[in-house]
């Protein structure tokens, strides 16, 4: 019974190199999220994929972030020349559709950590 | 901004008693309000979700009362146990196809025996 799993559980990176997040989803979930966690504070949306496709990004930064879903393998959360303010813990989840009560499934999450 | 506002960041309660978490939003168009429970090093799992057509659901020691017109939505944990000590995060979302969820900040909630 796996769930959504997330590797690597903690990354440690120094400011200026490339972060690779990656995400597969629950065993027939083809609808995967990102959330970001700063310490005391709750998920933020960053960005929604299907396979092949981001359908929602509106909470992405612009610069420097960016996600895929490929037809075949995990999805990447890749974050390039990283600042000490990308330290957070990145949660991916997912779902089978995007109907309302299509509970997300969470994973637990890759804590990111910029020196 | 922040879309759910939830009070509050933390709470302290003798085993046996009844911890209230409560959570408001603005935007008319959220219409599924679940709650999360997360442990440290883990992440978030759904404890219990409302849609706005019902005042109140109650699963097990778990009770989400809502409240549409004030916009406003609580969880209330019946005889809580030291084995809920952990974060709790409501949540809401609008039915646009998205299903892309608006946290709150989290309560950290403290049971003790």
């Known amino acids: 019974n796996a769930g959504v799993m997330q590797n690597p559980r903690h990354l440690v990176r120094r400011r200026g190199q490339e972060a690779r997040l990656r995400c597969s989803p629950m065993?027939?979930?083809?609808?995967v999220y990102w959330y970001r966690q700063l310490p005391e504070e709750g998920l933020k949306f960053m960005v929604y994929?299907?396979?092949?496709?981001?359908?929602?990004e509106s909470g992405m930064p612009k610069e420097r972030f960016s996600a895929e879903f490929p037809k075949e393998g995990p999805s990447i959360l890749r974050i390039q020349q990283v600042v000490r303010g990308d330290s957070a813990a990145y949660f991916c989840?997912?779902?089978?559709?995007?109907?309302?009560?299509?509970?997300?499934?969470f994973g637990n999450g890759t804590r990111l950590t910029v020196t | 901004q922040q879309q759910v506002k939830q009070s509050p960041q933390s709470l302290i309660v003798q085993k046996g008693g009844i911890p209230i978490i409560n959570c408001a939003y603005e935007n008319t168009a959220f219409d599924y309000f679940p709650w999360y429970q997360q442990f440290p090093g883990k992440g978030p799992a759904l404890l219990i979700a409302?849609?706005?057509?019902?005042s109140e659901k109650k699963e097990g020691r778990f009770t989400i009362s809502f409240n549409k017109s004030a916009k406003q939505f609580s969880l209330h944990i019946m005889d809580s146990q030291p084995g809920d000590s952990a974060t709790y995060f409501c949540?809401?979302?609008?039915?646009?196809?998205?299903?892309?969820?608006?946290f709150g900040t989290g309560t950290r909630l403290t049971v003790i025996p």
């Open positions: 989840a997912s779902s089978p559709d995007t109907r309302i009560n299509s509970p997300l499934h």
């Open positions: 065993k027939g979930h083809s609808h």
């Open positions: 949540a809401a979302s609008a039915q646009t196809g998205a299903n892309n969820l608006f």
């Open positions: 994929l299907q396979k092949e496709n981001i359908i929602d």
């Open positions: 409302i849609r706005p057509d019902v």
